[in-house]
C-alpha cells in the first residue's frame, strides 16, 4: 500500500517541528522591511523638518531685509 499524501505532508510536518522554521523566517523579514520603513519614515520628517527650518529662515532673513529698507527710507526723509 502506498502512502497517501497526506501522511508524507504529516510526516514532514511532524519532523520539521511544524511550520515554525518558515514562521521564524517570515518574521524577521516582516521586522527588518518595518525597520526599514521606519526608517524612510524617520528620514522623511527629518527632510521636511529641514526644509521648514529654511523656510522660516528665510521668512525672517526678509523681514530683517525689509526692517533695514524701512530704516534707510526713514533715515533718507530726515
Known sequence: M??????????????TGGW???NEEMEEQKK?????EEKKE?????EKQE???????????KKKK???ERKE???KKK
Open 2 to 15: 502506498y502512502p497517501s499524501a497526506a501522511s508524507g505532508f504529516f510526516y514532514v510536518y511532524t519532523k
Open 20 to 22: 515554525r522554521g518558515k
Open 32 to 36: 527588518k522591511e518595518v525597520g526599514e
Open 42 to 46: 524617520e528620514v522623511e520628517q527629518m
Open 51 to 61: 526644509e521648514l527650518e529654511k523656510k522660516e529662515e528665510e521668512e525672517e532673513e
Open 66 to 68: 525689509e526692517e533695514t
Open 73 to 75: 527710507e526713514e533715515d
